[in-house]
């Protein structure tokens, strides 16, 4: 099984996902990107636990959890709380990291 990255203070370009972990919301939020990795065979998404890193969830005004968050050159660009379905996770995919769909057949 492709398991979650764990997120890192220096990372420039990529998505977060963010979460705790006694939230039901953040679990389902959870499976549904742990499909979109598995259906990929790689490693995507990188995960933070919002308990442990509450400096950052409040200098990056994070609101609630589950969050997505798409960094580009160490910016949040796009902050994502609603994950509706694992269609609409891919829509901001393909705007945010098309690369993971060039080697599609």
Request: charged share 20%; with cysteine; aromatic share 14%.
């Amino acid at each position: 099984m492709i398991c979650m990255k764990e997120w890192n203070k220096q990372m420039e370009r990529g998505v977060i996902y963010i979460y705790t972990p006694f939230c039901g919301t953040c679990s389902v939020a959870r499976a549904m990107l742990e499909n979109i990795e598995r259906l990929h065979r790689q490693d995507i998404f990188y995960e933070m636990n919002a308990a442990v890193h509450p400096e950052y969830m409040h200098d990056n005004q994070i609101e609630s959890v589950p969050c997505l968050l798409f960094v580009e050159n160490g910016e949040i660009v796009e902050r994502i709380y609603t994950f509706y379905s694992t269609a609409n996770i891919y829509d901001y995919l393909i705007q945010y990291q098309p690369e993971l769909f060039s080697n599609v057949t």
